[in-house]
């Protein structure tokens, strides 16, 4: 595979190629009239590549094509095929704004000062389209960027939703190179009936063991398959563009998850099924097709990224690790673990994980207190379906596991023989030794990166097993 040298050198290579036919002058691609008709493309090296960021919202990794289940996602699939397909992706948090706060800054939530749901990105923080403008990048954001004021207006442009990626088509300056961010609503609740022509069927979709297998379940992870395809059919839309407008091989194309799917015991968990979610990439020309890269990679390596391939030093307090390298080469490995944070969502929480290839070690802060999911799941057919049953003794030991009333506080799995995380291995000899290296880790981590616990709890927002507001959140009595 190629290494990060030979890249950075064969762009350059290419670029002197060009520029010995006349057609480079000042970092400008000239065409004479006479001699380029008006159908012939420039070169995708002869600037700074444009970088295309689709996001989707609440979609667990497993649940493409290209990952192995029976949701349709043939764009998604192309991606994968055309370009890096990341097996072992994860989020810094598996809560809405907290992700998208380390997505854009390169630091963990709550190094951002922005760990909480809805809390809004400090007005000192800086995300990447500001990184980006000393390079001349003309950034856009469509529809979902949940960073509040400072990070809205770090962007050259705004639209509401995510179609209107074809309006910025028409308006981005034809003479810089641009960073679109397109913050799909697929697949967050409420699902609707009808969306796609072709529903899934209840009867084909993949229940994950920790799921029951009801018909609420079935029905609700239908339309959720259906709102992965319809998000997967815009982004076809896109690609079509990119292929028509000659842009395909100067522009970057990145697709991931924000967090796990929400159902019970994935989003807003840090099991695997909360915080493990889709990255593929693609860069005709430039990374390879078709590569499966199995390393460890976070969310919070996505500016640092970014910059690397631009050539932009980071700041100091970026925390993410640029993962070009794991682009180039499959067998290039950037983290020996990842580290991800739970803090409040509908529900006060306190939880930390820190991942390696083979375990994760997860630390429960308050576990008096059973685990509360966001009200969008406790409201959902699948919560209340399960519930039901376990009112009724019907679930299985594993299924029970969510609705514990008092939860360990420390919890170690071994994640290639037990990748549901349903066996707590945490007083098993034979694990000690990873157990005591893995809680060293999340300790340095924890002082590295100023993870104070909070003193002062935050107030539920909901009653965890019915599902209504008990108060809507106020001041943060943390800051």
Known sequence: MMSKKDFLKN???????????????????????????????????????????????DVSRPDHGCYGNPVRTPNIDRLAEEGVRFTSAYATSPSCSPSRVSMFTGKYPHSAGAED???????????????????????ANCAKLHLGTNGAKQFDKIYKNSTEWRQFAKERPRDKPFFLSIGFGEAHRPYKKGLIKNPHSPDKVIIPPYLADIPEVREELALYYGEISHMDSEIGRLLNWLDEEG???????????????????????????????????????????????TGLASLVDLVPTMLDIV??????????????????????????????????HDIDDHIRCVRSNRCKYIRNYYPEEP??????????????????????????????????????????????????????????????????????????????????????????????????????KGPNPRK
């Open 11 to 57: 762009r350059f290579t290419r670029r002197k190629a060009l520029a010995s036919i006349g057609g480079i002058v000042g970092g400008t691609f000239l065409l004479n009239n006479n001699s380029v008709t008006k159908n012939v493309k420039t070169p995708s090296s002869q600037r700074q590549p444009n970088i295309i960021w689709l996001i989707s919202d």
């Open 117 to 139: 749901l809805h809390w809004p990105l400090p007005p000192e923080e800086t995300i990447l389209p500001s990184m980006l403008r000393n390079k001349g990048y003309f950034s």
């Open 247 to 293: 842009l395909v091989e100067n522009t970057l194309v990145f697709y991931f998850g924000d967090q796990g799917m929400p159902f019970p015991r994935a989003k807003t968990t840090l099991y695997d099924s909360g915080i493990g979610v889709p990255l593929i990439a693609k860069w005709k020309g430039n990374i390879p097709e078709g590569m499966v890269q």
């Open 311 to 344: 050539n932009i030093e980071p700041n100091k307090n970026i925390q993410g690790k640029s993962i070009l390298n794991m682009l180039l080469d499959a067998d290039s490995k950037v983290r020996e673990c990842i580290f991800s944070e739970r803090n409040w």
């Open 371 to 472: 685990f509360g999911h966001p009200a969008d799941i406790v409201n959902s057919k699948s919560y209340k379906g399960m519930l039901r049953l376990l009112d009724e003794g019907k679930l299985s030991k594993q299924q029970m596991l969510i609705f514990r009333s008092v939860r360990p506080q420390e919890e170690l799995y071994d994640l290639i023989v037990d990748p549901n995380e349903f066996e707590n291995l945490i007083y098993k000899i034979e694990y000690r030794n990873i157990l005591e290296k893995l809680r060293l880790t999340l300790d340095k981590w924890i002082n590295d990166t100023n993870d104070v616990s909070p003193e002062k709890r935050m107030i539920n927002g909901i009653n965890i097993r019915t599902g209504k507001w008990i108060a809507r």
